[in-house]
């Protein structure tokens, strides 16, 4: 087993699970996907998308259906975990309840046979990484959920491993100990530079974290890219749905020209940028809350008519429902207050109005 | 002032609901005990350890502990020790485990006069296993498994197996698996998630399990009546007891022995329960390496 | 931390991986073979015991010379079955009622509440369920005796209860814990009493409980031997101490006639079992003492 790897290569991973009925359906769905060293990835989708189960498969705790996994020129989906030597954090912690937080730390040194004299200061230097120096002798069910998470993490990165898996480390923690344990995570992958997946539904975790983020959706990957990229130029409609493209309008497709698509339908009349082939007539036109401002446009260019449905303030902005004659729904966040029953004219930039086939969901 | 005696009167009647419970419980069970151990030691109406004095000098009592534990140990470290990696190997949730435990359930319910019975048409010297193993030219002649000590031995483990297997099972399927797929992403083969994770939360189980495993086969007696050789060899200290009642009438003595009886059971239990932590007093709490 | 310090996961060990598998499934072969040896043995000791129960005669061959059903018949007559199966439905019954009645409203205070002694009145009703029961049966006989219930249906039926009311608040104290209470302060704040919010609220919810409880009860106090025998009269014996003498006398009668009154008490037995298995867990028949199950 290496100690470091220039790369780690999923070669159309996939996993079938047996459905009621005695179908099989595929949890991961020919996952490829090469990640290198130092780089921390994010596996981004909904619950139950399979990126948990794409987890457990690199971790070597399911055996793949198909496909296989490559670190370097070795095949490694062929070994057990323990033989893998990759440190993995799970959801719910998974610290042995009956050991101690130095016990447990100090597990998987001693499962490798590592010197009890090495073993001492490569604990406490792994504990002074996650800040529970004083800790040592505590059980796990003395410390809390911050706490025990922080255990965790010590405990898969004192083997030193040249892959890290985390498992939704953070869901079972309060916001505001999310938001901190998120900054440490960062801080440590700095300090180690070791690749590290991470596997995640929070899209606000995934673009701070990650240098790459894999969107998943129906066990398929729907697009690999920088946080900025998946961020502003989502590839299909599912990941746009998914980043934050609250507003989805499903229009006639008017005009189609240089990649730019003039629709429309009701009341509203826009010009988008086309990110995918159209087909039919239809298509949806997908905007973010943030990006739709209020006024006109650029001579009266891809502006909507409204009335102020509903408000919520949220302090720096409130999130507007504007409600426009032909019934079409538009959720805009605004900082210039509105009041509710005003009439307000709103417009996007043709950039930032993405057009997409028609998925048939709402 | 009235609203908070309302307040907590409801609270308080509430808690009327466990006194025919707990009444019942120390009419029927604590003062029949404290009777029992009052009388026995009052044979003639004077407090004195005559009985005990008599159950240890009788042959025909004192040696009946040692029949009993020559017994009920055996029978209970097989149940345990057998049971255990059976239920360890069983602990995943498939169509064996749910057949198994379904199919063990069987014996439990029969009781061991049934056991008994069925033991005696199938062990005896002409049931089914005798002719086979004739058969088989793998023993000659009729076997004797029937009316002595391997009799009695044989149905304590019928009975009491599938009373520890699941017993073991149900702690063993309390443990998060996620443990050990933890400790397997750390390094650890089969064999040390075992030794390091599950036996150490298992101490505690398992200790239980044979404590009461031990104590229900410490007691036996229908079956070392039926399948034993009552008048000698097994003649075990519940059966004492028993004639001490209902054949001398000596309630006395036979509280006596009663008594006796639960403190021999009280005594092992005391100390499987003091090696159990004596056990894992050193590795689960703060060592240093 | 450098690369270098990076540790080498635990190698394979002594044994090649192939001699590892090897040695795992014939680990594995020696502990199904133990269990099915274990099956198989008792199973055929079942059979043994229903081919001998309709055998004319059988005298150690594999199979019987001749069958017939008369042996059922003779042991309904000879053992006085109708009166004996009537004596059991009425312990039974009676334990099971009397158990829920006051096991239930005493299962509801420990879960629900807490006050002095609630430790040690718990341990007092685990103890009927960790001592065997001929340990306290004989004290127990002893003060029947002095009340003079001892022989009668009433002695038998109270002697019962003893394990069988703590095994109801056992399977009951979980049921209840996982009802939520703010249902009863809402059952409370509309104008119920205690009586009333127990009747229309917790008891139509505690109904799989009740039911659970009820069946494992009565499969188990079928089955219990010790007590009945040590209390029993005469003409109050239930099913299992009958079979109990006239296994024992056996050398007087013929074994068919006794084989056949074992199958009947199994066919009774195993009804109320397979009943009793649909509504609940096989494994909650023995468990007794649970520990909290632990959790990372």
């Known amino acids: 087993m290496k100690h470091d790897f220039t790369e780690l290569r999923l070669d159309r991973v996939t996993r079938r699970f047996a459905a009621a009925g005695g179908t099989a359906f595929a949890a991961v769905n020919e996952l490829t996907l090469t990640i290198r060293r130092g780089e921390f990835i994010a596996l981004l989708g909904p619950s139950g998308c399979g990126k948990s189960t794409a987890l457990n498969c690199i971790a070597g705790l399911l055996p793949l259906s198909g496909g296989s996994i490559w670190l ?27 050991m101690s937080v130095e016990r447990n730390v100090s597990f998987g040194l001693r499962m490798r046979g590592v010197a009890a004299s090495e073993i001492a200061p490569r ?25 025990q998470q922080r255990v965790a993490i010590a405990r898969a990165i004192v083997i030193e491993p040249p892959l890290i898996l985390m498992d939704e480390p953070l869901s079972n923690l309060d916001a505001k100990l999310r938001l901190e344990t998120r900054a440490e995570i960062r801080r440590i992958h700095r300090e180690l530079d070791r690749a590290t997946i991470y596997v995640t539904h929070d899209q606000d975790e995934a673009l701070s974290l990650a240098d790459r983020i894999v969107v998943i959706h129906g066990g398929t990957v729907q697009q690999i890219g920088s946080p900025q990229e998946v ?11 998914f980043m934050g493209y609250r507003n989805v309008l499903e229009l006639n497709v008017q005009a189609e020209q240089d990649g730019r698509v003039t629709l429309a339908g009701g009341d509203i009349r826009l010009t988008g940028v086309r990110k995918q082939p159209l087909s039919t007539g239809r298509a ?13 446009g650029p001579g009266g260019a891809n502006t909507i008519v409204g009335r102020v449905d509903n408000v919520e303030y949220g302090g720096r902005d409130s999130l507007v429902d504007v409600a426009t004659r032909s019934g079409a729904l538009l959720h805009v966040r605004s900082h210039v207050p509105v009041a509710l029953g005003q009439e307000v004219r709103v417009h996007v930039p043709v950039e930032r109005a993405l057009v997409y086939p028609s998925d048939g969901a709402p | 002032m009235t609203t908070a005696a309302a307040a907590r009167a409801p609270l308080d009647r509430s808690l009327l609901l466990i006194v025919p419970a707990a009444a019942f419980m120390i009419l029927l069970f604590v003062y029949p005990f404290l009777y029992g151990l009052l009388l026995s030691f009052e044979p003639k109406d004077a407090m004195t350890l005559e009985n005990y004095r008599k159950f240890f000098t009788d042959p025909r009592l004192w040696p009946t502990i040692w029949t009993t534990l020559r017994l009920a140990l055996p029978a209970t470290l097989i149940n345990v020790g057998v049971g255990l990696p059976i239920a360890y190997r069983m602990r995943v949730k498939s169509r064996y485990q749910r057949l198994a435990t379904t199919l063990l359930v069987v014996p439990i319910t029969l009781g061991t006069v049934l ?14 296993l005798s002719q086979t193993l004739q058969f088989l030219h793998l023993y000659d002649g009729p076997i004797r498994l029937t009316h002595n000590y391997w009799g009695v031995l044989i149905s304590l483990v019928v009975s009491g197996f599938p009373f520890a297997f699941l017993l073991i099972l149900s702690y063993i399927t309390g443990i998060d698996p996620v443990l050990a797929r933890a400790a397997a992403t750390l390094g650890a083969d089969p064999a040390a998630q075992f030794r390091h994770i599950y036996l150490p939360l298992l101490a505690p189980g398992l200790a239980m399990c044979f404590c009461l495993a031990f104590v229900q086969a410490f007691s036996v007696f229908p079956s070392a009546v039926l399948l034993g050789a009552p008048a000698g060899p097994t003649r075990v200290i519940s059966i004492a007891a028993y004639e001490a009642a209902f054949e001398q009438y000596d309630y006395s003595l036979a509280s006596a022995i009663a008594m006796m009886m639960g403190f021999v059971q009280l005594a092992v239990v005391a100390a499987v329960l003091a090696l159990r932590n004596w056990f894992y007093r050193g590795p689960v709490v703060g060592g240093k390496g | 931390m450098s690369a270098a310090g990076a540790v080498e996961p635990a190698s394979t060990g002594p044994v090649s991986p192939r001699t590892q598998a090897w040695f795992d499934q014939a680990w594995r072969g020696l502990l199904l073979g133990l269990m099915a040896l274990f099956l198989v043995n008792v199973g055929l000791m079942i059979v043994a015991v229903a081919t001998s129960s309709f055998a004319r005669r059988w005298l150690g061959t594999w199979l019987p010379e001749g069958w017939t059903a008369t042996w059922y018949s003779q042991a309904w007559k000879e053992f006085q079955l109708d009166w004996v199966l009537w004596v059991t439905v009425e312990v039974v019954f009676a334990v099971v009622a009397l158990a829920l009645l006051i096991g239930v409203p005493a299962a509801y205070t420990l879960a629900r509440r807490n006050f002095l002694g609630k430790r040690a009145l718990t341990l007092l009703f685990l103890l009927p369920l960790m001592v065997p029961p001929i340990t306290y049966g004989i004290p127990l006989a002893t003060v029947l005796y002095q009340a003079q219930l001892a022989g009668t249906i009433y002695g038998v039926i109270l002697a019962n209860l003893i394990p069988a009311a703590p095994f109801v608040i056992l399977v009951m104290t979980p049921f209840i814990e996982q009802i939520d209470p703010n249902l009863e302060s809402a059952a409370r704040v509309f104008g119920a009493n205690t009586a009333r919010m127990f009747w229309h609220v917790l008891v139509p919810l505690l109904a799989p409980g009740i039911l659970a409880a009820s069946l494992l009860v009565l499969v188990r106090t079928i089955a219990l031997f010790e007590l009945t025998f040590l209390t029993a009269g005469p003409d109050s014996q239930t ?8 296994v024992f006398a056996a050398g007087v009668r013929a074994p068919q006639s006794v084989d056949a009154m074992a199958m009947i008490y199994m066919g009774v037995t195993l009804i109320w079992l397979l009943i009793a298995l649909r509504f609940v867990n096989p494994t909650q028949l023995v468990s007794r003492v649970k520990e909290q199950p632990l959790r990372a």
């Open chain 1, 72 to 98: 370097d020129d070795a095949r490694i989906d062929t070994l057990p975990p323990e033989r893998r030597g990759f440190g993995m954090v799970f959801q719910n912690y998974a610290l042995f309840p009956h």
């Open chain 1, 123 to 147: 604990v406490a230097r792994a504990l002074k990484l996650v800040q529970l120096v004083g800790q040592e002798q505590k059980l796990p069910g003395q410390l809390s959920g911050g706490q």
């Open chain 1, 231 to 241: 961020y502003a130029q989502p590839t299909n409609l599912a990941v746009a749905r």
């Open chain 1, 284 to 296: 949806c036109v997908a905007v973010r809350p943030e990006e739709i401002a209020l006024g006109e």
């Open chain 2, 115 to 128: 056991i008994a019975e069925g033991m005696l048409t199938y062990f005896g010297p002409r049931g089914w």
């Open chain 3, 239 to 246: 099913l299992v101490v009958a079979l109990y003498y006239a």
